[in-house]
């Protein structure tokens, strides 16, 4: 490790990055906690460099599609079109309401979003501009009525019929997990057959619609499609909670592939090229689930699926760890954020072994390192923190068995971290100072 790892003590350090990610059109950029300033600041360097030097035109977020196009509109100048009054920031990332907020609405998205806003203002061409979009499938009622919403202004008609599809939610639809649960056990008629009919009606006059408007209706119709596209795996991700996480996991990240596929359609319309795209997502989103034990148990992730759709050098699967520090995350779903004390890595772990190198913070390619691979598929612990962090029973929550070597492309580890600032923290949250680490003083 020690031979291989390229220390990171500036900012053109992470030329070794630029390097390694080559000619591939799909990076994935991991996180080993939702809650690590390190993680948020390294990846937002390595984006803004992917936007200026390679060629990339988006960012694809962890997060919900109708919240990213608040953001989105804003980056690109179309406050208007949203009826956004409030055209700054803090305004753009304020659809993010629901639980976690604290991993969109923090002071480090703040910088990359204004910074997306002030790249984006030198482009005049909106087809040109960079855009920042969601992965994620949660907003079944938000989607649904952003559906709704746009139909109505191009074809009344079939919004009228999006209505009366959509009603088969009912007022379940505010609270989708009771709509799963009711569904699965009987207790009422699913609504999956009416999700599907809306999206293929939507999406057979898809090419209609694009027509209005120029580049921003073609992106318009391409926004809406997408939404009746969350309302369908919605549907189908809040039935499978309740017949076990696996399944539920499955769809959840198959709908992430599909988002990044689409999305690369669209935006590779513009240019002769594929789309290049950036995404930011969790370690177990993006980290090759097939080297994994939760692959071994059934699972397949976003990562797993972007190596299998577009092949090794097509795609860059890099990954975030840390031993120690502290973390913003909740006790428990719901809960207020906190900010916690992260443990030393076990022994037995990656993290430990990586802290033994004593080189502080520091990149470690591995694709292609044959003598480091062969160490790296060795099965060790490793630790992934979500948005509730347990550290009285850290191994059982947190902790799995991998293969390194064939998990990520290259690894960024970070020693000791600290807790990212929430824009929304609650009062009695206490926050820990710890000494400034690389790259958080840029």
């Given at each position: 490790?020690?031979?291989?790892?390229?220390?990171?003590?500036?900012?053109?350090?992470?030329?070794?990055?630029?390097?390694?990610?080559?000619?591939?059109?799909?990076?994935?950029?991991?996180?080993?906690?939702?809650?690590?300033?390190?993680?948020?600041?390294?990846?937002?360097?390595?984006?803004?460099?992917?936007?200026?030097?390679?060629?990339?035109?988006?960012?694809?977020?962890?997060?919900?599609?109708?919240?990213?196009?608040?953001?989105?509109?804003?980056?690109?100048?179309?406050?208007?079109?949203?009826?956004?009054?409030?055209?700054?920031?803090?305004?753009?990332?304020?659809?993010?309401?629901?639980?976690?907020?604290?991993?969109?609405?923090?002071?480090?998205?703040?910088?990359?979003?204004?910074?997306?806003?002030?790249?984006?203002?030198?482009?005049?061409?909106?087809?040109?501009?960079?855009?920042?979009?969601?992965?994620?499938?949660?907003?079944l009622r938000s989607s649904m009525d952003a559906v709704i919403r746009y139909l109505s202004r191009v074809d009344p008609e079939a919004a009228k019929r999006a209505r009366a599809r959509y009603a088969c939610f009912d007022h379940l639809a505010e609270d989708p997990?009771?709509?799963?649960?009711?569904?699965?056990?009987?207790?009422?008629?699913?609504?999956?057959?009416?999700?599907?009919?809306?999206?293929?009606?939507?999406?057979?006059?898809?090419?209609?619609?694009?027509?209005?408007?120029?580049?921003?209706?073609?992106?318009?119709?391409?926004?809406?499609?997408?939404?009746?596209?969350?309302?369908?795996?919605?549907?189908?991700?809040?039935?499978?909670?309740?017949?076990?996480?696996?399944?539920?996991?499955?769809?959840?990240?198959?709908?992430?592939?599909?988002?990044?596929?689409?999305?690369?359609?669209?935006?590779?319309?513009?240019?002769?090229?594929?789309?290049?795209?950036?995404?930011?997502?969790?370690?177990?989103?993006?980290?090759?689930?097939?080297?994994?034990?939760?692959?071994?148990?059934?699972?397949?992730?976003?990562?797993?699926?972007?190596?299998?759709?577009?092949?090794?050098?097509?795609?860059?699967?890099?990954?975030?760890?840390?031993?120690?520090?502290?973390?913003?995350?909740?006790?428990?779903?719901?809960?207020?954020?906190?900010?916690?004390?992260?443990?030393?890595?076990?022994?037995?772990?990656?993290?430990?072994?990586?802290?033994?190198?004593?080189?502080?913070?520091?990149?470690?390619?591995?694709?292609?390192?044959?003598?480091?691979?062969?160490?790296?598929?060795?099965?060790?612990?490793?630790?992934?923190?979500?948005?509730?962090?347990?550290?009285?029973?850290?191994?059982?929550?947190?902790?799995?068995?991998?293969?390194?070597?064939?998990?990520?492309?290259?690894?960024?580890?970070?020693?000791?971290?600290?807790?990212?600032?929430?824009?929304?923290?609650?009062?009695?949250?206490?926050?820990?100072?710890?000494?400034?680490?690389?790259?958080?003083?840029?």
């Amino acid at each position: 490790m020690r031979t291989e790892a390229v220390v990171l003590r500036a900012e053109r350090d992470y030329d070794a990055v630029l390097s390694l990610v080559g000619n591939a059109s799909v990076v994935l950029l991991g996180e080993a906690t939702h809650g690590t300033h390190e993680f948020y600041r390294a990846r937002t360097v390595i984006t803004r460099r992917l936007l200026m030097e390679k060629g990339f035109c988006a960012v694809l977020v962890e997060c919900d599609w109708p919240d990213a196009l608040r953001v989105n509109r804003f980056i690109q100048g179309r406050n208007d079109d949203a009826g956004m009054r409030d055209a700054t920031a803090d305004g753009a990332l304020g659809g993010f309401l629901r639980f976690p907020r604290w991993m969109w609405r923090n002071a480090d998205v703040i910088n990359l979003v204004d910074w997306l806003h002030e790249f984006n203002a030198g482009i005049p061409e909106l087809e040109n501009k960079s855009g920042f979009f969601g992965l994620d499938l949660y907003s079944l009622r938000s989607s649904m009525d952003a559906v709704i919403r746009y139909l109505s202004r191009v074809d009344p008609e079939a919004a009228k019929r999006a209505r009366a599809r959509y009603a088969c939610f009912d007022h379940l639809a505010e609270d989708p997990q009771r709509y799963g649960y009711a569904t699965t056990f009987g207790m009422r008629k699913d609504c999956e057959l009416e999700v599907m009919r809306q999206l293929m009606g939507l999406s057979a006059n898809i090419e209609r619609y694009a027509q209005r408007g120029g580049v921003a209706g073609a992106d318009d119709a391409f926004y809406a499609e997408q939404n009746a596209r969350v309302a369908q795996n919605a549907e189908a991700y809040y039935r499978a909670m309740f017949q076990g996480r696996d399944e539920s996991w499955n769809v959840r990240d198959t709908h992430m592939a599909d988002t990044l596929d689409a999305l690369r359609r669209h935006l590779g319309k513009r240019g002769k090229a594929p789309a290049k795209i950036v995404v930011w997502a969790h370690n177990s989103h993006i980290g090759d689930a097939r080297a994994t034990e939760m692959g071994q148990h059934g699972q397949i992730n976003l990562g797993q699926l972007v190596r299998e759709r577009y092949g090794d050098q097509d795609t860059f699967l890099l990954g975030f760890t840390t031993h120690s520090g502290t973390v913003t995350a909740a006790s428990d779903w719901e809960s207020p954020s906190e900010t916690k004390t992260v443990q030393p890595a076990r022994s037995d772990s990656f993290e430990n072994l990586l802290h033994d190198t004593r080189l502080g913070n520091f990149l470690l390619p591995i694709r292609g390192r044959k003598k480091l691979l062969a160490r790296l598929h060795e099965r060790r612990l490793e630790r992934a923190i979500g948005v509730v962090y347990l550290p009285e029973s850290e191994r059982l929550s947190h902790y799995f068995h991998a293969d390194l070597g064939n998990q990520f492309d290259a690894l960024i580890h970070f020693d000791q971290t600290r807790a990212v600032k929430p824009l929304d923290a609650p009062a009695s949250m206490e926050h820990i100072e710890l000494p400034e680490t690389y790259p958080s003083g840029m």
